[in-house]
């Protein structure tokens, strides 16, 4: 005995509405994953451990990787201690002035388009310097990555719970004490990941890149006041050139970036419930 | 000369435009269980609070009047809240040892970071002296380098208890320190608490009449921030001289 309710008839509507809609969200990403390893495990497959290691001449993307590496640790070098220092700030004199103007900024950055980053650090620092370096990089990859930082670590400093304030000061150490011996500590495991997220980030990054890093494709990089390569920026440069096996070559390089990404991501995420942005 | 271990002078609390606390003048003992009692919400808390500074945290509490510690004024311009802290240690409603740090840690950490003692041999010894005081070394002293989760509820407390010693304070401020303790638990804790006013004095926070019997030597009443009345406890529960004291401590009034 099968009766026509209006009120089931919604909600199977809506059911199948949402349902629509949250496949077609993720469709593209799980489509993205699945065309870049179709395109890209073969190309890597075939040429082996050289693609790794080799310059472009060899079909390798070995300088590529190392200038990835070398960006995302000196990016690290100059943006980690001011943002942490700066989150950690925020936290703590929320209602300050630098607070306040520091939590919209940080608000700011986070949608700031990269591009005009890069603009910015050419201006003023590849332009001076006359040449496109690893440095220059660098720094326009720091100041994408500060505000991550800076927002995970205050937030994460945020979810201690109020007690564990009260029982740090209350040993009579004295702000800086409790602060950066205890209560940092305590909320580690939070502030790691937003570094971690950030290191990711930046290292996927492209139009920072465009007038600052400059490319090195060919042999290692020596000196940081040199031009370098990074990953993404050898796929933008490859996927212009009309040759085939540039395509293919940038196809492998996208594999090798989405499995630093995701390896860096999954567990990540996997891990967490204590921070949100 | 001064026999008071706190000594407040028309205390009063508040939280942004909430007058908490109410001109109170209370003295505390040395050497003494002091219990200060009331019904939930009535401002004890936030007193105690005042007591070690700690109150300073809450960003819209202000306070007025006086509070002494040892005949030292400590809300006095020169006087440095951490100094206080030290010289007051504090217990907590919710056990709060730090989770990152072992027991071993947790006990260690205010001696370390206050730099009180130089060798890592007379930090063990202070550590080891003070986890025996709080009772709690028998039940630890295989496992100093475990974390205080796999602690029960009361051996936390008393972990918290050991915490605060450590710093060799001079008085002992316990906020409802058995509220989320079973009885098993909560008997060793106030025998404890019993036994500590040899040498330290202690201020307990109880919303429980009973436990304050039990407890203290003194006790204060408060009641909407007011201080209605204190003395002996004895007296207090024996012959109280204000109407809500007596239903206070009757149970009538909760």
Not at chain 1, 6 to 33: C, Q
Not at chain 1, 98 to 117: C, D, S, Y
Not at chain 2, 153 to 182: C, F, H, S, W, Y
Request: hydrophobic share 45%.
């Amino acid at each position: 005995m099968w009766k026509f309710s209006l009120r089931m008839a919604k909600d199977r509507v809506f059911i199948v509405a949402v349902s629509a809609f949250t496949i077609l969200t993720v469709y593209p990403l799980l489509h993205i994953i699945y065309s870049v390893a179709r395109n890209g495990l073969p190309v890597i497959m075939e040429r082996g451990p050289t693609f790794f290691t080799g310059g472009m001449s060899e079909a390798g993307i070995g300088p590529a990787i190392a200038g990835t590496f070398l960006l995302v640790l000196l990016s690290s070098l100059i943006g980690l201690p001011i943002a942490f220092l700066v989150g950690v700030y925020a936290y703590e004199y929320p209602d300050s002035l630098i607070g306040r103007t520091t939590q919209a900024l940080l608000q700011i950055m986070l949608e700031f388009p990269t591009v005009l980053v890069g603009v910015f650090v050419m201006d003023i620092i590849v332009l001076p310097m006359g040449t496109f370096s690893a440095l220059a990089g660098a720094f326009a990859l720091a100041i994408i990555m500060m505000p991550y930082v800076a927002v995970y670590t205050k937030e994460a400093m945020r979810q201690i719970p109020f007690t564990y304030r009260e029982a740090s000061f209350g040993l009579g150490v004295g702000r800086v004490k409790a602060i950066f011996r205890i209560l940092v500590p305590l909320a580690k495991r939070g502030i790691t990941t937003g570094i971690l997220i950030s290191m990711a980030k930046v290292a996927g990054e492209t139009a920072p890149l465009l007038f600052t890093a400059g490319g090195l494709y060919e042999s290692y990089p020596t000196s940081v006041t040199e031009p370098v390569g990074a990953i993404p920026l050898l796929i933008y440069t490859l996927i212009q050139s009309p040759s085939k096996d540039a395509h293919s070559m940038a196809w492998g390089a996208s594999l090798v970036l989405l499995i630093f990404f995701l390896g860096v991501f999954i567990p990540i995420r996997r891990s967490l419930k204590v921070v949100r942005l | 000369m001064n026999n008071y271990a706190i000594e407040t002078r028309k205390l009063t609390i508040f939280y942004g435009e909430n007058r908490v606390i109410n001109r109170v003048s209370l003295k505390i003992p040395k050497n003494v269980v002091f219990a200060l009692m009331g019904p939930s919400g009535c401002g004890k808390s936030t007193m105690l609070r005042a007591f070690n500074r700690i109150l300073e945290l809450n960003k819209d509490a202000k306070i007025m009047g006086k509070v002494f510690l040892m005949g030292q004024n400590i809300y006095a311009p020169n006087i440095d809240p951490s100094d206080i802290r030290r010289k007051v240690g504090m217990v907590f409603q919710y056990p709060n040892p730090f989770p990152h740090l072992t027991i071993y840690e947790n006990v260690a950490m205010g001696i370390k970071l206050n730099g009180l003692l130089k060798s890592k041999e007379e930090v063990e010894r202070r550590v080891k002296w003070a986890l025996k005081r709080a009772w709690l070394w028998d039940e630890v002293k295989d496992r100093l380098q475990d974390y205080p989760s796999n602690l029960s509820g009361g051996q936390n407390q008393r972990l918290i208890i050991a915490r605060a010693l450590a710093l060799k304070p001079k008085v002992l401020l316990m906020d409802e320190p058995t509220a989320n303790i079973d009885p098993v638990g909560t008997r060793k804790i106030e025998d404890l608490i019993y036994s500590l006013k040899e040498e330290y004095t202690v201020v307990i926070v109880t919303h429980s009449p009973t436990q304050a019997a039990r407890v203290s030597d003194c006790v204060g009443f408060l009641y909407l921030g007011k201080l209605v009345e204190s003395g002996r406890t004895k007296e207090i529960f024996e012959r109280p001289q204000h109407e809500l004291t007596e239903k206070f401590v009757t149970g009538e009034l909760v």
